[in-house]
T-cell receptor
Framework: QQQVKQSPQSLIVQKGGISIINCAYE??????FPWYQQFPGKGPALLIA?????SEKKEGRFTISFNKSAKQFSLHIMDSQPGDSATYFC???????????FGRGTSLIVHP | ETGVTQSPTHLIKTRGQQVTLRCSSQ?????VSWYQQALGQGPQFIFQ???????GRGNFPPRFSGLQFPNYSSELNVNALELDDSALYLC???????????????FGPGTRLTVL
């Protein structure tokens, strides 16, 4: 049973465009929602994270939008750059386990 | 401040063999978590060690075992390797556990295990 569903599986965007990746979760006990960026041959690196007490968090070109009632959250990458080409994972963690559950990942390609 | 390191980078084993993977946590971190990342999938939690004791375990069989040492480095051992064990094995370090944990886990580059 996959507790965090991520879409799309792959995404191709032109340089300067907006990349949008969506995630949905089932467990209402989740209270921390991080996004990770993974380049080939590297481990995932924390990109940005949000808690359910806010609906949006922005850090530079990266924004998380959070909809608690719909149990959905999304990552928006504004002005996408070729250097953003990587695999992105959403995750969710509950205050009880403190172990994140990851989505299956989205492979983003930004064409120059 | 040194990051999380893992060794070896790549490893090829045959079915039925045993393997040991190693991880050195980031300076100041006392918690190590291991993940299995199959090709095209997100990381799956294997187990976590805090102060040399297992602090949580995912849905993996007992042939996956681990150790944490006094310097907080860690090993992942897998016995009786199966073809499906082929994956990238990631180690992540953090500080504290449960309500004392920090939010951020720092991942190492992983060990790519291929089982033939």
């Amino acid at each position: 049973q996959q507790q965090v569903k991520q879409s799309p599986q792959s995404l191709i965007v032109q340089k300067g465009g907006i990349s949008i990746i969506n995630c949905a979760y089932e467990n209402t006990a989740f209270d921390y929602f991080p996004w990770y960026q993974q380049f080939p041959g590297k481990g995932p690196a924390l990109l940005i994270a949000i808690r359910p007490d806010v609906s949006e968090k922005k850090e530079g070109r990266f924004t998380i939008s959070f909809n608690k009632s719909a149990k959905q959250f999304s990552l928006h990458i504004m002005d996408s750059q070729p250097g953003d080409s990587a695999t992105y994972f959403c995750a969710a963690r509950s205050g009880g386990s403190y172990i994140p559950t990851f989505g299956r990942g989205t492979s983003l390609i930004v064409h120059p | 401040e040194t990051g999380v390191t893992q060794s070896p980078t790549h490893l090829i084993k045959t079915r039925g063999q045993q393997v040991t993977l190693r991880c050195s946590s980031q300076s100041g971190h006392n918690t190590v978590s291991w993940y299995q990342q199959a090709l095209g999938q997100g990381p799956q939690f294997i187990f976590q060690y805090y102060r040399e004791e297992e602090n949580g375990r995912g849905n993996f069989p007992p042939r996956f075992s681990g150790l944490q040492f006094p310097n907080y480095s860690s090993e992942l051992n897998v016995n009786a390797l199966e073809l499906d064990d082929s994956a990238l094995y990631l180690c992540a370090s953090s500080k504290g556990v449960g309500s004392l944990s920090t939010d951020t886990q720092y991942f190492g580059p992983g060990t790519r295990l291929t089982v033939l």
